[in-house]
């Protein structure tokens, strides 16, 4: 079978297409042929490039080049319009990525309509988020976490990382710049922790597929030497950190890797991260009921970050099997969001999407065996 990953078009930035046409004695044209072929209109086989010749789509289906778009293998669809998909990749793994579409469509939540997607075409819809996976399972081990779970497998290429928006788009009928699409890698996997193919992954998303780079967001548990490396990037994406907790020792408990990178050398990267005209840091906070959700924690949150370009996200812990902590009311989130308010911190509260079939932040797992039915 030879070696399946270096097969795919999906993944290949300009350079490395120009230089493939050559080794084919074809006209550097062809790669931009490829690229509007690959990444605009998202073709799944070499046979749909109707601008390449016949015979040299034959020859290269014939010595095995593919797109490598990933197989939808599972759609689950929220009574809230979210739709996590389950994506297959060559070699049998598989990630997930969750579209959430907002406006009045998403949030029509009418289960009767939860069997058919929003889609793009021609109706007039708001805008949507992507949430993409970076890698096959997670290393970080969060304790509030499913992804946890399941250890790490591999990290994605490139052309995986971009080939989920790829096959989302395609699936939604709808194509960025026109529609309005939000990029967000907080799936599966933590970015840092495969930092080189995320970023080829978002250069390819910005230059060839259309995303801006203004509508991306990345969230890293805190991988500090990478911050320093994202803040040098000439594009990329907005920067997220989850923080999670208060103070070292119960961060320790609940992201072990705050044993290597604790609050204060965190708090350092972020500080001296180089932000742009109007951006701000966002704090992500998994409140955990009755452990770090108190108003002494908020109060200690809002002195961590007093005096930075930050704003906080709080987000209720989103239950699931094997997860020994539980939510906390409404009353506890609205308060702790108060305390930062009062401090001069802009906090929002991330509103829960498809927790009904395991597709919210933390639930990401591969989930099959859910009460949800699988969309047709
Ligand atoms: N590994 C990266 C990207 C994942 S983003 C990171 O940790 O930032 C996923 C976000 O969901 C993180 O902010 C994480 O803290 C949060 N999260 C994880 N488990 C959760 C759960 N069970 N409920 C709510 N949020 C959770």
Redo the contacts with the bound molecule.
Sequence with gaps: MGNLMSDAFLGLNREELVTRMNEFDEPAYRASQLLEAVYRQRVESIEQISTLPQQLRLKLADIGWTIGLPKIEKRFVSQDGTVRYLMAFNDGQSVETVWMPEGDEGESGDGSEAGDPVSGSGRAWGRATICISSQVG?A?D?Q???TALLGVKRNLSAGEIVGQVCAVLRDQKVSPPQDRINLV???M???FLNYENFMKAVRLLAEEVGVPESRMTV???GIVPRIDDFGQEPIRPKL?I?L?ASNDEMRSLLMPLNRKWNLEKLMAAARQFPLRNRERITF?Y?LLNGVNDSIEDAKAVAELLRGMRAKVNL?A????PG?QFSTPGEDTVTAFQHVLMKAGLPAFVRRPRGRDIFA????LKRTVEIAAAPAP
């Design positions: 997670c970080v969060c509030f976490c499913l890698f907080m799936g996997g933590e970015p969230s890293t548990a997220a989850s999670n992500e998994v987000i812990l989103n239950p699931g997860i919210a932040c933390g639930q």
